[in-house]
Structure formats: C-alpha cells, structure tokens
C-alpha cells in the first residue's frame, strides 16, 4: 500500500519494498519450533530441539551462561546461523522463505562492541538500511534527524564519526541503526555489556521507556540475570548444552524456579531480586499517627494505642514528613520541636528495591510515601514488603494489615 | 665490481646519447675533473628529461599492473584463506630472484625491451602489495562485518561498502613501499634495454654532476609517488583524521 510520502522524489521507494517501512509497522510475533543446531563433528547438540513462543510487541531475554548457546538462539532468528533442524517463523512465516539478506533487513540487529561503521559518520551509519532499502535522501534525513533525537543524541553528533564518540553514545548509535526502518522484530546481543554500570542503568531505563512506545518484539541476550530481570517479558533460561531450563515471566522466574540449574543461577537472594520487579504503589500502605511539633504527648499517646504503625509521624504545615518520634520524645509535656529521628521519604513510583533500601538505611524501619509535592500519603512498613515476598496467594490483602471492622483472625 | 659492470654493455647497450658526451662551453675544467657542475647541470638538465619520463612509464605501469593482479589475489585469498599461503610462496620467490638476473633470465624468452623490463618490476611489487591487501583485509574489526551482515548487506555490499574501505590506510602503505622500490628497481631496467634514468647514471658513473642530477631525479621521483599515494590515501580515508571530542 502507498504510505503518505511527503517527498517529491518518492517514486522511487515506492517500487521497492522499502516502502512497506511505514513509521507504524506492527510488530512481529515470533515463534521457535523443534530448532536444533549441531555442528558437524560436534558429538553433542549445541541447541537442542528449542520451541518457544514470544507474543508481538514483548521483550524475550535470553539467558544464561557462556556456553549455553543463547547467542547461538538469537543468530538463528536472522539467519547469520542457520539452523540444523526445525523451524523459526516470524508472524506465521519460516524466515527461510526470504532470501538471508532481505530478511536481515527486516530485522533490527544491535551487537556487544556496536559494530558501527568507523568510516561512516553517525547519520550515514543510522542510514545504512534505509538507503540498502533505496529510500529517498529526503526522507532518509529526516528518519535520521527523527532517530538521533528519539535515542536522545545531540543532532550535532550527526556529522562525526563513532571514535569522536564515548562508548554509551556509540551503543545510542547502535540502537538507532537497528530501528532505522522500524523493523517489527530486533535482535540485541548484550548492547549494553561493554558500558560502565551507571551508564549501563541509564541506557536500559531510557530503552524500555521507548520501548513502551515503540512496542517491538525484541529478542535480547545477555548472561546477567539481573538485567534479564529488568528488560524480560519473558524469560528463557538456557543451560549449558543448549537446553532450554525455564520459560517464564520474571516474577514465575524468581517464585518458582524449575530446577536446581535455574534456582542456582537466579542467585540465593532471589527473593531479594524480585523487589527489582514491584514498585511502591504495588504495596498496600499503612497509615500512623501524624503530629506537630508542639502537640500535647498525652494526646499522642492516646492515639497510639489504635495505630498500625506504632511510631507517631511529625509533619508540617503542608504535611510533609519531619520526623519519626520514639517513647524518648513523649517524656514532656509536649513534643519538643527538634526531637526524633530522620525519616525514610520514598514515592509511589519508586522500584521496591530502592524503597526497602532506604527504608534499611534509617533507624525507624517504616519509611513515608509522599506525593508529588512531598506530603504524607501513606507509610510503607518492612513488613509490608516482607510480605509482598513471601510465596503464597494474593499478598496484596494481608488479613492482619485490615484496619476496617470484621477482620477477625 | 668493474669487472661485472664490463661485460654488461655487451648485453645492455646502455647510455645510448650520453656516453662521455660531456661537451661544454661553461665549467670545463669542472667537468673534465668529474665534479658536481652547476653550470654543466642546467645547461644539460634537459637531457635528463626524456628518461625520467621513461622512468615515470616504467615505475607507473608497473605498480599499476602490480596492483591489479595482487589486489585481485587478495580478494579471492580474503575468501579462500587456503590461497594465502602459497601465494605468499610464490611471490616471495619472485621477490628474492635477484633483478639483474631476472632481466637475463627474460632476455631470450621477450627479448630487451620495455616489456622485459615489466615482467622483473611487476613481479617485485606482487608479495608487498598482496600481503598488505590481506593484512588490511584481516584487520577489520569482526563485529563491524557481523554488523555489516546482519544488517542485511550482501556478500558484495560487505566487501566493498565496509572491508575495503576500512583496508584503505593498509593498502595505501602497501603501495608506497612497492612504489618507492619500484622507482629504485627501475634504474636497472636499462640493463633490459628499457632506458630510465639507469640509463644517463651508468653511461657516465665517473662524472659526479650526471650521477647526483640522475640518482636525484630518482630519489625525487620516489619521494613524489609516496606523496601523492599518501595524498590520496588521506582523502579517502577522512574518519582515520576524527579528532576524539
């Protein structure tokens, strides 16, 4: 079909199939079946009879360690290594139906040490499949201008060449080649395995919000579990010999490992590892007593004594939290201004990981989740997330935490 | 020494128009002394022009056949890495061969001659030339090929579009060395009949002013073709100038 084509010179792309590249392609739902891969000579299998299914628009990480052929997966899907047995089928169709090069085309590829040209410049290395595909020069301006400013690269970067620049602005580069035509299905080969840790963050925290937009079926490998945490959907879990030793959701993962292999491999703090995978708002907050300075103790004490969090909280005018006050502050009178200790202040937004953090790093183990203007909505007690961790049923309605009538226990 | 070079006029026939023709109206008791003669020198500098040109011929025509039979080597060797070695084999003979030998072992197959003279220069150039087209094929960063590939350019659309450009810098050097040689090589070519500037430099070796203007044109020549090799190497290769930011 004929996209709208705002450049005069469109006639061109227009008999290839180039023009099929329309800025909202769906994605691609892929599909492995029975693929086996053995060299010959080799006595063993390097992928053994592997089916998988990855529904369009999610994120499959392939994990795993050296040697478990999770590269060898991902290789396959574009033909750089061709299967020995079985089938992978993109949106239904064998990808051997195409001709290796066309297909590769099609297929966003993003690699470890980028792969970018080093005698290109960054626009003409963002180009290279789109001019491969013969689209006008206009319109591959513009896709370059569009994808530079979408991985969030200056557009003066546009005319250099990858050794003027750092290495996270290289695999920036990366990312927008593979997407140049937005292909429905991207291969990505540990991008982020050679960038220094923060960067490392960064990068994949800016790639899944675009990816929240972008809605591409990514195939993704990486040997770090904690970043196939982070970037899966799904997750397939390969062991050595190329035997697929768990498909699942990162939350399955972490609950239930399948075997032995899996539970040693995702890490004795598993538990631990799937705070990574709530956030704040996931959590039912308790609520406490909220005070001022100056209020009488006798008054705060009273109301203690119904409170599910036995710390009274003082706050300003504006209800954001002060400070968190202990027996030794209700001695007086009333509450001295001054006294208490530092309270934990963490949003409803905020990964569990990083609020159970803060929560460790205070005396008082409750922390105050706050608004967008830092007042007190509510308060996120340890045992709150204990709970959220612990195997079993819907943590979300801990009997025990129910402040309403008729919850007996 | 004298002895050797004796015998070679017999087969050579070199210095035709030069030999002991010094005569001169300016400087003659310079030039009857052997000396360096500036005077002598720019009032037979033209002399010395249609061997250089010879000489130029000889040099580019060499490196040029050179270049295209290593390069094409090179490329089916990039592919089919068990031609590498003989290859290498075969050429390394070729550039062990002494020159002068090489001449009179070609003498009675071609005969003397422009084309004998050829044969000995292009073979010297093939084992530079051919391995630095390898090496500088072999020296392209894996992933930026896995890339290349995965991207979906073709076996052709690598080679030319990502291989042989990233080789250019190696390639380049390689055809500096073979063509500073190749000028160094050519001032034996008259020993084949071929003329060059071998030619005014052995008809009269005793008189310092034509050996210094001959072996300078040489030395000249060299330093020009490295120059204008390295010339366009640089303006083909502008991203190996990228200053880091």
């Known amino acids: ?409 | 020494m004298s002895g050797a070079l004796g015998s070679i006029p017999l087969l050579a026939q070199g210095g035709e128009g030069f030999v002991r023709n010094r005569e001169s109206g300016s400087g003659a008791s310079c030039v009857s002394d052997d000396g360096v003669c500036p005077a002598w020198i720019v009032d037979h500098f033209d002399r010395y022009m249609e061997p250089l040109g010879r000489h130029v011929l000889l040099t580019v025509v060499a490196l040029a056949i050179g270049f295209s039979i290593s390069f094409t080597l090179a490329l089916l060797a990039h592919r089919r890495r068990w031609l590498i070695a003989p290859v290498v084999q075969l050429t390394g003979i070729l550039y062990t061969i002494p020159s002068l030998a090489l001449f009179f072992l070609l003498l009675p197959i071609t005969g003397r001659g422009f084309l004998t003279a050829e044969i000995a220069l292009v073979s010297y150039t093939l084992l530079i030339i051919f391995r630095n087209v390898v090496t500088g094929l072999d020296g392209v960063p894996s992933d930026v090929v896995d890339a290349a590939r995965g991207m979906g350019l073709n076996d052709r659309q690598v080679l030319w579009r990502v291989e042989i450009p990233l080789a250019l810098p190696e390639i380049a050097a390689g055809l500096r060395i073979a063509a500073t040689t190749t000028v160094g090589l050519a001032s034996l070519a008259f020993f084949a009949g071929a003329g060059g500037l071998g030619d005014p430099i052995y008809a009269d070796l005793n008189f310092k002013s034509n050996v210094l203007v001959a072996g300078g044109l040489c030395v000249l020549l060299a330093i020009a073709l490295d120059l204008l090799v390295l010339a366009v190497q640089r303006l083909l290769t502008p991203w190996t100038r990228a200053v880091p930011a």
């Open chain 1, 1 to 409: 079909m004929s996209t709208p084509d705002q450049t005069p010179s469109g006639a061109a792309a227009a008999a290839s199939p180039a023009s099929a590249a329309s800025p909202d392609r769906a994605p691609a739902q892929l599909e492995f079946v029975d693929v086996v891969k053995r060299y010959p000579g080799a006595s063993a299998a390097t992928i053994e009879s592997l089916s998988l299914d990855v529904p369009a628009g999610e994120i499959l990480v392939l994990v795993g360690p050296s040697g478990c052929g999770k590269t060898t997966v991902m290789r396959m899907v574009n033909r750089m290594i061709e299967p020995s047995g079985g089938q992978i089928l993109i949106d239904g169709e064998p990808n051997t139906t195409r001709p290796a090069a066309e297909l590769r085309r099609d297929i966003g590829y993003v690699i470890q040490q980028t792969g970018l040209f080093p005698h290109r410049t960054i626009a003409e290395n963002v180009a290279t499949v789109p001019k491969l595909l013969g689209w006008p020069k206009a319109r591959i301006a513009d896709r370059t201008a569009e994808l530079l400013e979408l991985v969030g690269l200056d557009p003066e970067f546009a005319g250099r060449y990858p050794a003027q620049l750092s290495g996270g602005q290289r695999q920036r580069v990366g990312v927008a080649r593979a997407l140049a035509v937005d292909p429905p299905l991207m291969l990505m080969d540990e991008p982020f395995g050679a960038i220094d840790p923060i960067t490392r963050e960064r990068l994949q925290n800016e790639f899944l919000r675009l990816q929240e937009t972008l809605k591409r079926t990514i195939v993704f490998v990486t040997h770090d579990i904690d970043e196939a945490i982070k970037m899966g959907d799904r997750i397939a879990v390969m062991r050595p010999g190329g035997h697929l030793a768990q498909y699942a959701t990162p939350a399955e993962l972490l609950l239930s490992p399948a075997d032995e292999f899996v539970e040693q491999f995702v890490g004795a703090d598993r538990a631990l590892k799937r705070l990574a995978l709530g956030r704040v708002r996931d959590l039912r907050l308790e609520e406490t007593v909220r005070v001022r300075y100056g209020d009488p103790t006798a008054w705060v004490r009273e109301q203690l004594r119904t409170s599910q969090v036995p710390y009274p909280l003082v706050v300003d005018a504006d209800g954001r939290p002060l400070a968190w006050l202990d027996d030794d502050d209700l001695r007086g009178e009333r509450v001295v201004e001054g006294v208490g200790s530092a309270v934990a202040t963490v949003e409803r937004d905020d990964i569990l990981r990083d609020a159970f953090s803060d929560v460790l790093a205070h005396r008082v183990q409750f922390a105050a989740v706050v608004d967008g203007h830092g007042a007190v909505i509510g308060i996120l007690s340890s045992d709150a997330v204990a709970r959220e961790l612990a195997p079993g049923p819907a943590p979300v309605e801990p009997v025990e935490a129910g402040a309403g009538p008729g919850t007996g226990s």
